[in-house]
Nanobody
Framework: QVQLVESGGGSVQAGESLNVSCQAS????????MGWFRQAPGKEREGVAS??????RYADGVKGRFIISRDNAKRILYLQMNSLKPEDTAMYYC??????????????????????????WGQGTQVTVSS
């Protein structure tokens, strides 16, 4: 069983930055796919960014603004969020797969951003961006 605990959410103004973190307990950490997802009120959950050893993937709406990274020794997943917009307001969830989860398109493969590919979820941390 993997436990995930997010931290670092908060309220910021548009254009500011915020970092969120996720502490994982699994001893497979580092060899699996992990990701960040978010859900705004009244909207479906959406993938934000994911990471597998040596590869990352971002949703179109956050490319160039968000950076996902992981510290395997500490078992921590990070999401650095820059140039935040009001539409980034949501509950942010950390997710972990029990192994590698990959999507391939046109000969290129990337870490999955499909929620159904992830096996463990954190409780979420709220990010609010005001204009």
């Amino acid at each position: 069983q993997v436990q995930l605990v997010e931290s670092g959410g908060g309220s910021v103004q548009a254009g500011e930055s915020l970092n969120v973190s996720c502490q994982a307990s699994a001893d497979t950490y580092g060899r699996n796919t992990m990701g960040w997802f978010r859900q705004a009120p009244g909207k479906e959950r959406e993938g934000v960014a994911s990471i597998s050893p040596g590869n990352t993937r971002y949703a179109d709406g956050v490319k160039g603004r968000f950076i996902i990274s992981r510290d395997n020794a500490k078992r921590i997943l990070y999401l650095q969020m820059n140039s935040l917009k009001p539409e980034d307001t949501a509950m942010y969830y950390c997710a972990a797969a029990s192994g590698l989860r990959t999507e391939c398109r046109g000969g290129s493969c990337f870490p999955s951003l499909k929620g159904t590919d992830f096996d463990y979820w954190g409780q979420g941390t709220q990010v609010t961006v005001s204009s």
